[in-house]
C-alpha cells in the first residue's frame, strides 16, 4: 500500500475512533481504533515527529475520555516515538509486519493506560482486556487496510 493510502487509514481509523467512541466507552475489550491510528501513522514518521504525533492524538484522546490529560499525552508521545524509532532500527515496510506493530503497540499501550492512567494492576485488565483490544484493533485495521487497498485499485 502506499504512503497515502496509510495515511488514510490512519485518518479513517482516528474518525471512526472518535465517532463510535461513545458507544463502547464502557465496555473492558473494545478495539482501539486510535492506538491503531497512531501506530499507523508513526510508521510513517521519524520517531520526533511521530512523538509530536502522539501528542497531538494523546490531547485529542485525553479530551474525548475525560481523563489525565499529562499523562494520556506523555503515554502517546512515547507510543508514536517508540514505534517510529523501532520501525527505523527494524526495516519493517512491509505490509506483513505492520500487523505486529500495531498488535504489540496496542497492547503496550492497554496495559500503559491501565497501570499508570486508571490504576488497575490486575491480570485480568493486562492479559485479557489489553490483550483482546489489541487482537480487537489489529484485526480493524487489518480490514480497514484491505478495503482501501482495494478501492484504490
Known amino acids: 500500500m502506499s504512503p497515502a493510502g496509510k ?79 523501532v520501525r527505523h532500527l527494524i526495516y519493517s515496510d512491509s505490509d506483513r509486519v505492520t500487523p505486529v506493530f500495531v498488535f504489540v503497540g496496542t497492547w503496550l499501550l492497554r496495559s500503559a493506560v491501565a497501570i499508570i492512567v486508571v490504576g488497575d494492576w490486575s491480570a485480568g485488565a493486562l492479559l485479557v482486556d489489553s490483550v483482546g483490544s489489541a487482537a480487537l484493533t489489529t484485526a480493524g485495521c487489518w480490514v480497514a487496510e484491505r478495503l482501501v487497498s482495494a478501492a484504490t485499485r
Open 7 to 85: 495515511w488514510f487509514v490512519a485518518a479513517l481509523l482516528l474518525l471512526l475512533h472518535f465517532a463510535l467512541h461513545p458507544l463502547w466507552s464502557r465496555w473492558p475489550v473494545v478495539p482501539d481504533l486510535v492506538a491503531g491510528g497512531l501506530i499507523l501513522g508513526s510508521l510513517q514518521l521519524r520517531w520526533g515527529r511521530a512523538a509530536g504525533f502522539g501528542c497531538v492524538i494523546g490531547l485529542m484522546e485525553a479530551s474525548i475520555s475525560l481523563g489525565p490529560m499529562g499523562l494520556t499525552m506523555l503515554l502517546f508521545s512515547l507510543t508514536g516515538a517508540l514505534v517510529g524509532w
